[in-house]
Every structure is written in structure tokens, then in C-alpha cells.
């Protein structure tokens, strides 16, 4: 299916995975419910070799969304002019569906943290953010969707809400968004808000693709919840029962399920992926 | 105050800095524990990445000692790039100078081999010449004749028995490492590098070849041992040659 106005695949409102590669023979013979996938651009840089020649292969079968994980868009630095260049010819080489990144920093310095750290929420910040996606939107020719973040802590410095800063961004900048619905939840337990409340102040006419993964449970010293977003589990009920909120406010999106640690066999990964199946019909009728 | 991010990653990289100033719990008390999340996952999402890419090391030395030399690594040489798939290539030089590790002088070089296999995973695909066209090469000819040798191909000579101690701990079989050096070709034919023995005597032969010398210069730091068609038919036979040319 092709986009009406960028004449690109564009992603079906059903699941999809984060590709692994111990996954690809079923998926080649199989897929199920799954009629896309998402991969991380940042190991589809190398020069050659099976990566890339999976990821060619893959890309005639599957509508693909390019997930970018290093470009820290929330840096105080300038962007790694090298990496920008490595994301355009990335997507100009696969031509992807979607292309998103994080809300977030990871380098510093020029070294490489390999998290999504977190920003306060304030007028600097903003404008930051919207030079570094003005700025990668023109080296790639494309808009992009922008993921809201797991917190764990807040900034005293900032003076917005995330969904407000969220908006601010799409607003200047016309970037689309990403809702991850387990970062929400991870986010809003973490921090005492209501999550179904920050889903209601999201620009949900924004949302280009829904992301679900699973999350750790910890405590902090005061004995408070604290939720850590790992990708290592299956989404937890609460998850789905926000998702199935989120989804009667936007109607059918794409859907991905993200599992990267401990990553489990097709089965179990494809169980999640007809659960959001599931979820996505109900959210039709 | 805001902290800055250099404040942040400083705080990051060194549990004995205290978390940075202004970050708080959704209930207006300082952040404490929180903070520790994201050094967390920095320092193990990269003792991860460094146990993922040096997999003969870790078995070497252990899992609980590769994690706590990983630890001083990781804070010594953070990555340079977002690329994952290109991190420590430090590890070599720094195993040279790790004193808990100077019982083992052969990491290094072992460490050099796991990057090299690495390198040439992602290293760029080549087509392979047709045999038969260098076997039209005029003897004559050969003497001037210069290989070109496919992206993925990386020779890593040692002193130690670098191949032996990489298979025995690789699970790729073979007896105890014989005490002798040993140099590694690797190879990829299709997408799975892999470590091969060149041969008697012919890693100097090898070596001067990929620099670029004529097959004459590169014959004359030939061992006593080396066999030329040998050679030859382990690369042809590996698509290992991507084209030749001859110099007058």
C-alpha cells in the first residue's frame, strides 16, 4: 500500500515486531498477523554482509519503519554530522515506511552512552530539539515520528508537561509522533500521574505508530514503585487494558511489539503479536 | 539549577559522584535511587555489548572477571559512535597494560582476532574473479602480478597460538593449542567469517600481498615450508580474490 502523498509503503494498522535475526526463517515462511517490521538503523550500518543482505530481503516481504537509537536529538551538542549521514543513506538505500527516533540524549562529548537519557522540559530545551529535528528532517528528506520517553526521575528545571512539550515540537517542526503506550505507563507510575490522563492530553492526531514492550518492576528507597522499561518480557495487562483506551481514542494504528533482551522464540513473539491483533480489531468495531 | 549533561554523564560514568542537583521522584524529594536506573543501564547495556563481541575473551578469563574488567573498560573507553557493532577496539591495547590480566599474554592478539571477525561480518560484500581467469595469466606474467583481496578478508598475526586457543574456546573443536605462533586468516566466503591457517611459512607472503606487493616481492619473504599453489587454492577457493592486476 502506498502513501497517497509521499507515494511510499506506507505502515498497515496492524502489529508488527522489532526484527531479530533468530526470527527470520518464520517470518520468511510465516508471519502470521505480523505485517511489518521495525529495525534499528544504528546495526544497518556496517558495509555489507548478511545484516544488510537479510534487511534487503526482508524489505520485499515487509513494509519496514527505520528505528533510529543513537542520534540524541535531546544533546546539547551540535548532531554527529557522520551519523546524520549514515541515517540518510539508510533511508535513501532501504526507502523505509517510517523513520522515528527518541526524545532523548545518549552522547555527550562525542562519546556514545548507549541509553536514552533524559531532558528537562523548558523553553531551551525546545528549541533545541526542534533545531536537531529540523535539522535531520532536511538531511533525510522526510518527516519523522518523535517517541515519548521512559522517565524514571524529573527535572526541576522544566516548566511543561512531556505531552505539552511533545506538541510544541510537532507543532514547529511538523514532525509526526510515536506513542509508546509502556512508556506511559512506566513513566506515569514512576513519576505519579495518570496515565490514561497523559493519553487524553497526547496529540493523538499526531500518532504515526503505537509501540508496546514489557517492563521490570523495582523498588525505589522510599519503598515507591519503580518501573524500568527493559523490552525483555511480555506487556503486562495494565499495558494492554491502556492500549485498548489509547486505541478507542485513535482508532487502528501500527502496532509494534518490542521485545529486545532475552529475546524468546517465534511462538512467544508472535502470541503478543495476535494479542495486539486482537486489540486492534476491538478498536475497529 | 538545571545539571548540564556534562554534569550528568560525569555523574553517570562514576557511581562515587553523587547523583547531579535538581532531579526529583514525582513527589518533590531528590531523585537517590533513580538515578542509579540510568547507570545501570549505561554500564550494562555496554558490558553486554563488549560480552557479545569478545565471546573467547569472556571464556578465557571468566564470566565474573570479563564483567569487572569490562567495568574498567567501558569507563576508560566509552564508545565513539552510536555504531554498536564497532565497540572496542580499544580492548586489544588495553589488555596489554591490564595488570590483572598479565598471566594471559596471549589476549591481546586473541582480542584482535574477535575484532577482526567482527570487522569482516559487516565488512562490504565483493564479487570473487573466475579462477580460470587468473590460471590464463602467462607464466611469464606472474612474477608482476598483484591481488586484490575482498573487504572482509583481515590477516591477524601473532606470536602465541592464536587459531588454537580460538577454536578450543569457540567450540569449534581441536585439541589442546600447541605452543607456537600461529597466524589467522579470516575469511568470509558468504557472511560467516571464519579463522583459517594460511599455511607453512605463509603469513610474511600473505601480508606483503594484501599491502599490495608484485607476488615476486611477496615471494621473497617466503619460509622454507611455503607451498604457492596451496595458498592460492585456499583463497580462490574462498572467494577471497576480487580481481588482479599486472605490473610490466
Redesign the interface.
Known sequence: MLDATTQRPALPHTPGVGYKAQHYSALISDPGCVGWLEVHA??Y?????????QLRHLSERFPISVHG????IG??GRL?P??LA?LAHLVDWLNPASFSEHLA???????????L??L?YNAATLARVCDHIDELQETIGRKMLLENPSS??????SDMTETEFLRAVSDRTGCGLLLDVNNVFVSAT????SPQGYIEAYPLDRVGEIHLGGHDEDQ???G?P?L?DSHGREVVDPVWALLDHTLALTGPRPLLIEWDTDVPDWPVLEAEAGRAHAALGAAVS | MMPGQTEFTAALMDASRPAPQGLRDGRGRQAGKRFDVYRNNVAVSLTEALEAGFPVIRKLVGDEFFRAMAGVFLRAHPPASPLMMHYGAEMPAFLEDFGPAGGLPYLPDVARLELALRRSYHAADAAPIDPASLAAVPPVAMAGLRLHFAPAVILVTSSFPILDIWRVNSGAGGGAPRPKEQTALVLRPEFDPRPVDPGPGAAPVLAALIEGATLAASLDRAGPEFDLPALLGLLLSNGVITGFDLED
Open positions: 544504528e546495526n550500518m556496517g558495509q555489507g554482509g548478511r545484516p544488510l543482505a537509537v543513537g542520534l540524541s544533546g546539547e554527529d557522520e551519523h549514515r540524549w545518549s552522547t555527550h562529548d562525542s562519546h556514545f552512552l548507549n541509553d537519557l533524559p528537562p524514571y526521575l524529573a527535572f526541576e528545571a514512576n513519576l505519579g500521574y525505589d528507597e522510599h515507591a519503580l524500568i
